[in-house]
């Protein structure tokens, strides 16, 4: 069986930055391991629909029923490969419920669901989809007409800083800045008891964690978890664990499709 990994792409120039990454990972791993390389690449830079040639070839050339055939590239690209060729929905994680304490989060937080448009009464939470990847995500005015979903409402926090934690088979891998003041850095003790509470999780994934300034002083905070597909690298390019974690998240897929 071999490992494809589908990247996105304009010609054969990935059109993501994790997309370049994981081609530079797989180019490493066939240079240090030659013929022994598990992994090859592939560029595929048409829309993905059932009658597209994107999708012909998806199933004939790269023969998925015999290959692990991994996308890499927008949530968009990824989800819609996942359910066109392996019948597989993704779904964010976001707030963990193992996660969703005070200890790491800092701020109140509810879910609803409303089965038809709404309006928030209050003004200045945070609401965000949580049923979907990339749904409404802002802060509320009675003004606003909302959709029907599920929404997670949670409390204002003064973020100083974010940083995206890679964490694979339990072990923290990479800590990497992406917004704010980069010179505030996030306390790694509070990270390792999250990564040790969260056992109902991926082999794979990354924390999304801010320091912020809460009613009890300045903390750090988890936004939220990320399956490894899901989330920008910001610097993280290990190349022998970044192509173990797109891997094992794709075994996972495949896993929990297979005992449905």
Not at 25 to 44: M, T
Not at 134 to 149: E, N, Q, R, V
Request: include cysteine; hydrophobic fraction near 35%; aromatic fraction near 16%.
């Amino acid at each position: 069986m071999k490992t494809i990994f589908l990247i996105e792409s304009k010609g054969t120039t990935p059109v993501h930055d994790f997309g370049f990454t994981i081609m530079e990972a797989v180019k490493y791993h066939q240079w240090y391991y030659g013929k022994d390389s598990p992994y090859s690449l592939h560029f595929i830079e048409n829309d993905m629909h059932p009658d597209s040639e994107a999708f012909a070839i998806a199933q004939v050339y790269l023969q998925p029923k015999t290959n692990k055939v991994i996308p890499v590239g927008s949530i968009e690209f990824t989800e819609k490969f996942m359910k066109l060729i392996y019948d597989v929905k993704l779904k964010p994680i976001n707030i963990p419920q193992q996660l969703g304490v005070h200890e790491f989060l800092k701020r109140n937080t509810s879910k609803v669901t409303m089965n038809e448009p709404w309006s928030f009464a209050g003004k200045g939470f945070f609401i965000k989809d949580i049923g979907m990847f990339k749904g409404y995500t802002d802060f509320s005015h009675p003004d606003s007409i909302i959709s029907k979903g599920t929404y997670l409402i949670s409390d204002p926090i003064d973020i100083i800083s974010e940083y995206r934690c890679f964490v694979y088979s339990g072990e923290l891998v990479g800590i990497h800045y992406y917004s704010g003041d980069f010179t505030v850095f996030p306390q790694v003790e509070t990270i390792q008891d999250m990564i040790e509470v969260y056992t109902d999780c991926p082999k794979a994934y990354s924390l999304d964690v801010a320091v912020a300034k809460t009613t009890d002083g300045l903390n750090t905070v988890l936004i939220e978890v990320h399956d490894i597909f899901s989330c920008g690298l910001y610097g993280f390019s290990d190349f022998n664990l970044l192509t173990k974690m797109y891997v094992s998240w794709y075994n996972e897929c495949i896993e929990k499709k297979v005992s449905e």
